[in-house]
């Protein structure tokens, strides 16, 4: 039968020593069990990832609307100088 979401499961993990110390360090600095420091940095490095990606849309958006903005700019500086154009014709 599969998990549900909320379940907690045992992952077994291989760590550097050094990281192993560091995380116990910052688990007894914030009052929180190695365990819970561990599944706390895992799920603030899953969330910092998606909110990068949106950041990165957004950027991405601007640059994109800053570009329509010009060659909008381009059209209706090219249809002006067609009207006219044709005005000093007729």
Sequence with gaps: M????????????????GLRQQLIREAHKNGVPVNREMANRLE????????KSIESVAADLMDTWGNWKAQERNIRKMCEGWTEKRRGVA
């Design 2 to 17: 599969p998990r549900k979401p909320t379940e907690n499961v045992q992952v077994p993990l291989r760590l550097r020593e």
């Design 44 to 51: 603030a490095s899953l969330k910092t990832e998606a909110i």
